[in-house]
């Protein structure tokens, strides 16, 4: 069974203070892994997708990096309009029986004050 | 402009009367699901449909059936709603396995 963990669940910086969040998942054939940004209300907006183990990529303070069995999002000198939930979620890939489903983690909650 | 549109956005019913919510899009993607979202349990994917006509289990099927006989609709219907599907509901869509989804605005859906 697929599944994410996303940690620490709740996490509060003061503005500048870089740090980074963690998804640990086990998945039958990774087709990709996407990072996403929830505000309160909306729908998630898509952040990131990656493919392979090494492979990073970035966007303004953020930077997304994949392992075989974890990836990390990195924020460097957050700012208060960076507070949003930010969800982890893969896809199975083919060969299993769970092509294209899509497991999320219960995300990481973040609080970025003035 | 590309979009997702969910009806309705908020419903209030009862236990046992059918409904149905409908999902959108304008973007001729292949992939569709659906996803439910509780505090502490985060999306978890109902259904979902990688072409018309082909239809598969997420990890939390039970209660809703779907359908997919056209391209740009995905309704979810739950046959005899209960208390424990009130939840707030996404549709998303996506081009093709790999890619990122598009998400509706959300349904909020409370059953009594």
């Known amino acids: 069974e697929d599944q994410v963990t996303q940690s620490p669940e709740a996490l509060r910086l003061q503005e500048g203070e870089s740090s980074s969040l963690n998804c640990s998942y086990t998945v039958s054939g990774l087709r990709g892994l996407f990072w996403y940004r929830q505000d309160p209300g909306k729908g998630p907006e898509f952040l990131f997708t990656?493919?392979?183990a090494g492979e990073e990529k970035e966007k303004e303070r953020l930077k997304a990096t994949l392992t075989k069995k974890e990836s990390f999002l990195h924020i460097t000198a957050p700012k208060p309009e960076d507070s949003a939930t930010y969800l982890c979620?893969?896809?199975?890939?083919?060969?299993?029986?769970?092509?294209?489903?899509?497991?999320f983690g219960q995300g990481t909650i973040l609080t970025v004050h003035p | 402009e590309a979009q997702v549109t969910q009806n309705p956005r908020y419903l209030i019913t009862v236990t046992g009367k059918k409904l149905t919510v409908t999902c959108s899009q304008n973007m001729n993607h292949e992939y569709m699901s659906w996803y439910r979202q509780d505090p502490g349990l985060g999306l978890r994917q109902i259904y979902y449909?990688?072409?018309?006509?082909?239809?598969d289990k997420g990890d939390v099927p039970e209660g809703y059936k779907v359908s997919r006989k056209e391209k740009r609709n995905f309704p979810l219907i739950l046959e005899s709603p209960s208390p424990n599907q009130t939840s707030l509901y996404f549709c998303?869509?996506?081009?093709?396995?790999?890619?990122?989804?598009?998400f509706g605005d959300g349904t909020r859906l409370s059953i009594l």
């Open positions: 979620a893969v896809q199975a890939g083919a060969g299993g029986t769970s092509y294209g489903k899509l497991t």
């Open positions: 998303a869509t996506t081009a093709a396995v790999g890619q990122p989804q598009h």
């Open positions: 449909s990688m072409n018309v006509e082909v239809t």
């Open positions: 990656l493919y392979s």
